[in-house]
C-alpha cells in the first residue's frame, strides 16, 4: 500500500498496515497520509467526551475544541480521582471515558506518572487508542493557572497533528 488516497483510506487499515510494516522491519516511520486520517477523525468527530467532572477544566477544552468541530462535548459524570492511583493516570482517565461513555474521541488530563511528574493531555480514540498528546512540566515548575495549562497542552496537542485553533 504505497499509494495511499487519504479519502478511501480507512483508518483501521492504516494502523495494520503500519503494525504490519513494523512486524515486517519495512517501517521508516509516520507518513502524511496516516497523520492526516488522525486529522481527519479528529475533525469528524460528532460526539465527543472529556475525561473530567471539573466544570472549569471542562469548559476549556469544550471552548477550543468547539471552535473546530461540530460535535456534541460531553464531560464524563464519573469521578474519575481512582485514576490517580494508577501510574498513568492521564491515560487510565481517558480509558475510564471509552469504557463508561459512547464517544468518537475522548480526551483526558491528568498526571504523567507519579507525583511531580507533570502532566499529560491526550486524545483517544473510541478504542483507547492515543492518537496525540502533549506533556508540561509539573505545575511548580510552569507556575501556571490549571486554566492556561490546560488550553496550551491541548492546542499542542492539536498542532502535533495539523489542526490549528484560531483565536
Given at each position: 500500500?504505497?499509494?495511499?488516497?487519504?479519502?478511501?483510506?480507512?483508518?483501521?487499515?492504516?494502523?495494520?498496515?503500519?503494525?504490519?510494516?513494523?512486524l515486517?522491519?519495512?517501517?521508516?516511520?509516520?507518513?502524511?497520509?496516516?497523520?492526516?486520517?488522525?486529522?481527519?477523525?479528529?475533525?469528524?468527530?460528532?460526539?465527543?467526551?472529556?475525561?473530567?467532572?471539573?466544570?472549569?477544566?471542562?469548559?476549556?477544552?469544550?471552548?477550543?475544541?468547539?471552535?473546530?468541530?461540530?460535535?456534541?462535548?460531553?464531560?464524563?459524570?464519573?469521578?474519575?480521582?481512582v485514576?490517580?492511583l494508577?501510574?498513568?493516570?492521564?491515560?487510565?482517565?481517558?480509558?475510564?471515558?471509552?469504557?463508561?461513555?459512547?464517544?468518537?474521541?475522548?480526551?483526558?488530563?491528568?498526571?504523567?506518572?507519579?507525583?511531580?511528574?507533570?502532566?499529560?493531555?491526550?486524545?483517544?480514540?473510541?478504542?483507547?487508542?492515543?492518537?496525540?498528546?502533549?506533556?508540561?512540566?509539573?505545575?511548580?515548575?510552569?507556575?501556571?493557572?490549571?486554566?492556561?495549562?490546560?488550553?496550551?497542552?491541548?492546542?499542542?496537542?492539536?498542532?502535533?497533528?495539523?489542526?490549528?485553533?484560531?483565536?
Amino acid at each position: 500500500m504505497k499509494n495511499y488516497d487519504i479519502k478511501n483510506l480507512d483508518f483501521q487499515e492504516s494502523i495494520k498496515t503500519a503494525y504490519l510494516e513494523s512486524l515486517n522491519r519495512t517501517r521508516k516511520g509516520d507518513k502524511p497520509e496516516e497523520v492526516e486520517l488522525i486529522k481527519k477523525k479528529i475533525l469528524e468527530s460528532k460526539n465527543i467526551v472529556v475525561a473530567t467532572n471539573n466544570p472549569k477544566k471542562f469548559k476549556v477544552v469544550k471552548n477550543i475544541i468547539s471552535k473546530i468541530v461540530n460535535a456534541d462535548i460531553k464531560m464524563i459524570e464519573i469521578s474519575t480521582d481512582v485514576a490517580d492511583l494508577t501510574r498513568t493516570p492521564a491515560i487510565n482517565k481517558g480509558l475510564i471515558a471509552v469504557d463508561s461513555k459512547d464517544a468518537d474521541i475522548v480526551i483526558a488530563r491528568g498526571r504523567l506518572g507519579v507525583p511531580g511528574s507533570g502532566s499529560m493531555l491526550v486524545i483517544m480514540d473510541n478504542k483507547g487508542r492515543i492518537l496525540t498528546g502533549s506533556l508540561s512540566p509539573s505545575s511548580v515548575i510552569h507556575k501556571e493557572d490549571i486554566e492556561q495549562r490546560i488550553k496550551n497542552e491541548l492546542i499542542e496537542a492539536l498542532n502535533r497533528v495539523g489542526i490549528t485553533v484560531k483565536g
